[in-house]
């Protein structure tokens, strides 16, 4: 029963060439994620969407973009990608998006992202 | 910004409790501490959520001092598939005006051992 949807799984690209990585949930969840995670190191949250709200986090450079056509899909473009975007990307939905952040987070498997 | 300081790894032998402790010093007033576990080459998954006191369910319990500048979760008898980065995540006060600043923090992670 998967929740979180990503796909591909894994995604090769070239240096500099644009890349869209998809991600969908049958949660009907508000809330829709991205986060960058490389290896050994923490999730880093890119930016979400609450509804069709999109809130960039300070330090997302702006090589990376997001589009939420309807609330089930979500999508992360990289304009260009470098050699230093190569990471797994992980998606995640929350219900709401309240204060304290007590809504739990829900996750997909990730796209793990070659730059060549 | 609430930040969350965890040990770096730890190892256990099977059948042990394990317990990663996590300090918040700066957690404020309607914070959540919530914990998340992730198995490599997957995304986190949620494993519990405290506000106060402590908190249990069918995989592990989570211990909050009444001054919550700190929380421990405790695992009971670890076993191998318990192998796993542990993450301790606490909320923060979120600001949703233009660009960025959900300020969403996952810590560093505590990577866990399981020993035959």
């Known amino acids: 029963d998967a929740m979180v949807i990503q796909n591909p799984r894994y995604q090769v690209t070239q240096f500099g060439k644009p890349v869209t990585l998809s991600c969908s949930q049958t949660?009907?969840?508000?809330?829709m994620y991205w986060y960058q995670q490389k290896s050994s190191q923490a999730p880093k949250l890119l930016f979400h969407?609450?509804?069709?709200?999109?809130?960039n986090e300070a330090d997302t450079p702006d090589n990376f973009q997001s589009r939420r056509p309807n609330t089930s899909f979500c999508f992360l473009d990289i304009r260009s990608p470098g050699l230093g975007d190569a990471a797994m990307y992980l998606c995640?939905?929350?219900?709401?998006?309240?204060?304290?952040?007590?809504?739990?987070?829900?996750f997909g498997p990730g796209t793990r992202l070659t730059v060549l | 910004l609430a930040k969350t300081t965890q040990p770096i790894s730890m190892d256990s032998y099977e059948g042990q409790e394990v317990n990663i402790t996590c300090s918040h010093n700066n957690i404020a007033t309607n914070d959540y501490i919530t914990w998340y576990q992730q198995f490599p080459s997957q995304g986190p998954r949620f494993i519990i959520q405290g506000y106060k006191t402590k908190v249990t369910n069918e995989v592990a319990s989570l211990f909050i001092p009444a001054d919550r500048k700190s929380s421990t979760l405790s695992l009971p008898r670890v076993s191998l598939s318990d192998t796993a980065v542990y993450y301790c995540l606490v909320g923060d006060r979120v600001k949703y005006s233009g660009a960025g600043s959900y300020q969403l923090t996952f810590g560093k992670g505590t990577k866990l051992s399981v020993i035959p």
């Open positions: 995640a939905t929350s219900r709401d998006r309240e204060a304290g952040a007590k809504d739990t987070q829900y």
């Open positions: 969407y609450y509804d069709k709200d999109f809130n």
């Open positions: 949660l009907n969840h508000n809330v």
